[in-house]
Structure formats: structure tokens, C-alpha cells
């Protein structure tokens, strides 16, 4: 198949833009939903320190005082968020509804550090963070939870939009690629005119030289410098 510099240059554009495209997508992607990740651990933590801290103010009036303080709280809390605190003796103290639902067994929690884990509550995926706390001289185990909906609806767009519009972009940048190259090679196709047009009977035309030093105005000059030996040449052969 014999194709066309021009082309041969577009399809070269084409894959490399492609597969540079190809690269960012995965890289976004990746990004994302490491963001995701952090965002919803980052609530999740949020939501623990303010059980905790609830805990510790209301503690010391008495276990009645801390399910009072955590029902009502249960009763505004933001964005979807669940939550469950046991005391020492692994009695609940308050539990919301959702956890009775739980897809999976939670792990175990510990005091020295908070542990994330995702499963389904009542067919919804939350994040959940675990933790051991020492409050009043007791210990108390809270599960904090955020649903990842919105944040998975958040990268189902993201992809949806990568699809829709990089496929475009390639498309659209490779139109480009190929009328940027039939600008860049117009005046390759003037030296192959007039080099075409230059025979024996016509030696003294001369190609014209580009104003740029590049490769062009080497070749020009190197076809000139050609042509005018030949015309030398014709001359001195003409004498004899």
C-alpha cells in the first residue's frame, strides 16, 4: 500500500495521541478513585471523632444521658451517615437500624488505630470506620458509616464523560493533525513541482528558497547547486 507522507504523518499523530489519551484516562480514573477513597475515609473519621467526643461530654451523666445524646443526634445527621456505639460489655447503646441489615460480619475493632472496611447496609455500600475508645475509665466501640453512592455516581459520570468525549477529542485532533500537515508540506509539493519542471532545455530555473534554515532550504539549495552544475556542465560541452 503506497500512502502519502501526509498520511502516513496522520496516522502516526493518530496513535500516539490515542494511546497518550489512553494513558491519561487510566491515570485520571486511578486518581479519582483514589480521591474517592480518601474523601469517604476522611467522613468517615470526621463522623468517629464527633461520636467520640459526644461520648465524652455526656459519659460522665450516665449511661441514659449518652443513648439520649446519641439518638438525637441520629436524628440530623448529615449526608446518609449511620452509626452504632457498644459499651464495654458489647451491650449496644445506640445502634441505627441500617446495621441490622449488614451484608457482611464486621471485622473487629481495635483501640490502637481506626479500621475502614465497605460493605452493604440494607442493600446500600457504606464505609464504615471502627474504633476502641477508653472514655470515663470504659470502653466503647464506635462504627461510623457513610454511604459511597454519591461518590460512585460521581465516578460513573467521570467515565461516562471520558467516554463520550475522548473518542471526539482523538477524532478531532487528528482532522487537525492532517490539515496542520498539508500546510507543513505545501512547500514540499512546490519543490516537486518545479523540480519536475526543470529538463535540459530549461537549466537555469531555479527552485525557490525558503526563508526558514530547516531542511527545506538544504534541499533547495542542494537541487540549485545541482542544477546549476548540470547547466555548467552543458555549457562547457557546448564549447567543444
Not at 85 to 94: K, L
Not at 105 to 115: N, S
Request: hydrophobic share 45%.
Amino acid at each position: 500500500m503506497n500512502l502519502t507522507i501526509r498520511t502516513k504523518l496522520t496516522a502516526l499523530y493518530f496513535a500516539v495521541l490515542a494511546a497518550s489519551l489512553c494513558v491519561f484516562v487510566w491515570i485520571s480514573d486511578v486518581g479519582f478513585r483514589k480521591s474517592i477513597e480518601v474523601s469517604v475515609n476522611d467522613a468517615s473519621k470526621i463522623n468517629l471523632q464527633s461520636l467520640r467526643r459526644l461520648i465524652e461530654i455526656s459519659a460522665p451523666k450516665g449511661d441514659a444521658k449518652v443513648q439520649k445524646e446519641l439518638t438525637e443526634l441520629a436524628s440530623w445527621w448529615p449526608s446518609g451517615a449511620v452509626f452504632e456505639v457498644a459499651d464495654q460489655n458489647h451491650n449496644w447503646v445506640f445502634r441505627s437500624p441500617e446495621f441490622l441489615k449488614a451484608t457482611l460480619p464486621l471485622p473487629e475493632a481495635h483501640a490502637d488505630a481506626p479500621h475502614f472496611f465497605t460493605t452493604n447496609l440494607n442493600h446500600v455500600q457504606y464505609r464504615i470506620v471502627l474504633q476502641k475508645f477508653v472514655i470515663d475509665g470504659r470502653e466503647f466501640e464506635i462504627h461510623a458509616a457513610v454511604p459511597t453512592e454519591p461518590f460512585d455516581r460521581a465516578l460513573d459520570n467521570f467515565r461516562d464523560l471520558e467516554k463520550e468525549t475522548v473518542p471526539l477529542l482523538v477524532v478531532l485532533a487528528s482532522l487537525l493533525g492532517y490539515w496542520l500537515s498539508g500546510r507543513a508540506l505545501k512547500p514540499v509539493r512546490r519543490i516537486i513541482e518545479t523540480a519536475e519542471r526543470i529538463g535540459v532545455n530549461n537549466l537555469s530555473q531555479r527552485l525557490e528558497v525558503p526563508p526558514a534554515h530547516d531542511e527545506l532550504r538544504r534541499l533547495s539549495e542542494a537541487l540549485n547547486a545541482r542544477s546549476e552544475e548540470r547547466r555548467v556542465g552543458k555549457e562547457c560541452r557546448s564549447r567543444w
